[in-house]
């Protein structure tokens, strides 16, 4: 973990306590925010957490014979710093800065592909009203209510490089040119980015600006895709499924298969952060311990 990276990223809006009480080191409160990701818990989850699991206080640096738990309002109040300074975006690009500086990260080539969170569906609340930032988005023959988390990974070891956080009905074919960074010379997506132009025979000119795309074959009405054509889609959805492994550290090593906050903003917030950590976890066997 980039700790001194990361510290130096929170530390100027970070208040330093002046003549009230004296607040948690910076180092305490940024391990706390990370066992929320980590482990998915709440503010007052993590309040008792630290008060119940040995293990989870000394990663967060405290004793509790001589130091005082954080209260669930302090975790809270440092969330919303982060968030009041966007600090989350900050942080994920932080740590991709990191690992394209070391190495893992890099530049020839992008896979895009997006994922949908969910979010609660009822209107048995207050305003009697669905979440308005969330919208309702097609999946096969199901419909899902939620948002989405679009990102671009290297095709050399999968590492999210570029994310952004729409609402569920935003396309992913619309999204295909903000998740590239620019310098890579091909992009690879399956069929919701298809079209004329990314087609994976199509001849290139020297009109042609950007990378070359490779997306699947799509079978034309009346007749099916040839052997060949197969074979080539078989290819490249096998270099393409590198893309799914930040989903499932994701969904599956960090449990976030449902949006926590209300509004786009807050979990946009909590979307990079989220890859930031997921980065440092697929690194984990190539990314140098920081001297």
């Keep these: 973990m980039p700790w001194q990276r ?41 309040e008792e957490a630290l008060h119940d699991i040995p293990v989870l206080r000394r990663f967060a640096g405290l004793d509790a014979g001589t130091n005082r738990m954080p209260d669930e309002t302090t975790i809270l109040n440092f969330r919303h710093l982060l968030e009041e300074h ?17 190495g893992p990260i890099l530049r020839e080539g992008t896979i895009v592909d997006a994922t949908l969170v969910a979010a609660p569906p009822s209107t048995k609340n207050e305003a009697r009203k669905r979440e308005p930032d969330m919208t309702s988005s097609k999946k096969g023959n199901q419909w899902h209510f939620g948002m989405k988390a679009h990102i671009g990974v290297d ?37 919701g980015y298809a079209e004329k132009t990314r087609e994976p025979d199509r001849p290139r000119s020297e009109e042609d600006i950007g990378p070359r795309w490779f997306v699947p074959f ?42 926590r906050y209300r509004g786009l903003f807050k979990n946009e917030h909590h979307v990079f952060s989220q890859f930031a950590l997921v980065n440092l976890y697929l690194a984990r066997h190539t990314n140098a311990p920081e001297s």
């Design 86 to 102: 966007q600090l989350g975006e900050r942080l994920f690009q932080e740590v991709v800065s990191q690992l394209t500086d070391r």
């Design 218 to 259: 799509k079978r034309q009405k009346g007749c099916d895709t040839t052997p060949e054509q197969k074979r080539l889609s078989r290819l490249l959805a096998a270099l393409r499924s590198a893309v799914e492994y930040p989903f499932r550290v994701l969904k599956r090593q960090s449990g976030y298969t449902q949006v």
């Design 155 to 191: 095709t050399a070891h999968g590492l999210v490089h570029t994310a952004i956080v729409t609402t569920g009905k935003v396309s992913d074919y619309s999204m295909a040119e903000d998740l590239q960074h620019g310098d890579e010379a091909t992009a690879h997506g399956d069929r």
């Design 6 to 46: 990361l510290e130096a990223l929170i530390e100027p809006p970070f208040p330093s306590g002046g003549n009230g009480r004296k607040p948690y080191p910076l180092n305490t409160m940024v391990r706390i925010h990370l066992l929320q990701h980590w482990h998915g818990y709440s503010d007052p989850g993590m």
